[in-house]
């Protein structure tokens, strides 16, 4: 079965945020980390610290949702961010521990 994901990367805690939508996190992220798109918003900003995702079964609730995040207001994106990774660590580093949290 195929997920989707909506994410957010970030340059550093409290800086820019950049919020996503894809079908394979993995490979998106180490996008985003190895500036694979030198001009893109993500390359400019050094934005290459996963730090928020939420994962779908259906891409059209997942694209949905990113719709939703980009309308927020910054301080409920950070008030978001922080509930459920207070520290802005970068969850992309311990993968599988990560990942397998946050699923459960």
Not at 33 to 48: Q, R
């Amino acid at each position: 079965m195929e997920h989707w994901y909506v994410y957010i990367m970030t340059n550093k805690p409290d800086g820019v945020l950049y919020i996503g939508v894809t079908d394979n996190i993995d490979e998106r992220v180490k996008e985003h980390k190895l500036k694979v798109y030198p001009k893109s918003f993500t390359a400019k900003f050094n934005c290459d610290k996963l730090i928020y995702f939420e994962e779908f079964e259906d891409g059209n609730k997942a694209e949905k949702r990113e719709r939703q995040f980009k309308k927020w207001k910054r301080g409920w994106k950070i008030k978001f961010i922080e509930e459920m990774n207070p520290n802005w660590t970068d969850l992309s580093l311990n993968w599988n521990l990560n990942y397998n949290k946050l699923r459960n």
